[in-house]
T-cell receptor
């Protein structure tokens, strides 16, 4: 089935550790995005990538890093520099062929313990 | 500045009631896109509708309908004869075309809808 796959669904991190969230899409979409969701805050953009080997910071990029080595993959690393990483993370993708409508994965819950 | 405002934080209705979720947006662009997404308890955001700024026709899809009014910068969402399965958080979002954030969306804070039997 076509779609966006995020893994893991649940992740626990000790303070001071880096963790990487995986995002893979088989929709042949050019653009990919990472959003963070906190209770009552809506969704906020962390990073986005319009094409392979290129990505841009969003509104809350500090403490995060990404790579876009392949069209279908856009992993997000939450570094130890992120002071409050506990949140729900959503990966998304879009293409001009679908009117740039953004489609989302199922999300990953990250908890710092 | 908040570009998308969903003033209703939580709404509770009894099954079969109609309910309207409000969305007010702010943009200086003449070309923009408005979206509604549904987030059930499982967490995934489900795309419901996309509207461009040049199309003010109201949209109806089954029990769902959307009222887009540029004069009031609003894009309201109505569920007719609500059902328990409609319980979710609903997000309104704005895309101002290609910008500093690509085609990324600006989201409202969401409205939590609870439909009780």
């Amino acid at each position: 089935d076509g779609g966006i796959t995020q893994s893991p669904k649940y992740l626990f991190r000790k303070e001071g550790q880096n963790v990487t969230l995986s995002c893979e899409q088989n929709l042949n979409h050019d653009a990919m995005y990472w959003y963070r969701q906190d209770p009552g805050q809506g969704l906020r953009l962390i990073y986005y990538s319009q094409i392979v080997n290129d990505f841009q910071k969003g509104d809350i990029a500090e403490g995060y890093s990404v790579s876009r080595e392949k069209k279908e993959s856009f992993p997000l690393t939450v570094t130890s520099a992120q002071k409050n990483p506990t949140a729900f993370y959503l990966c998304a993708s879009s293409t001009r062929d679908s009117g740039n409508t953004i489609y989302f994965g199922e999300g990953s819950w990250l908890t710092v313990v | 500045a908040q570009k998308v405002t969903q003033a209703q934080t939580e709404i509770s209705v009894v099954e079969k009631e109609d309910v309207t979720l409000d969305c007010v947006y702010e943009t200086r662009d003449t070309t923009y896109y408005l979206f509604w997404y549904k987030q059930p308890p499982s967490g995934e955001l489900v795309f419901l509708i996309r509207r461009n700024s040049f199309d003010e026709q109201n949209e109806i899809s089954g029990r769902y309908s959307w009222n887009f009014q540029k004069s009031t910068s609003s894009f309201n969402f109505t569920i007719t004869a609500s059902q328990v399965v409609d319980s979710a958080v609903y997000f309104c979002a704005l895309s101002e075309g290609f910008s500093n954030s690509g085609y990324a969306l600006n989201f409202g804070k969401g409205t939590s809808l609870l439909v009780t039997p």
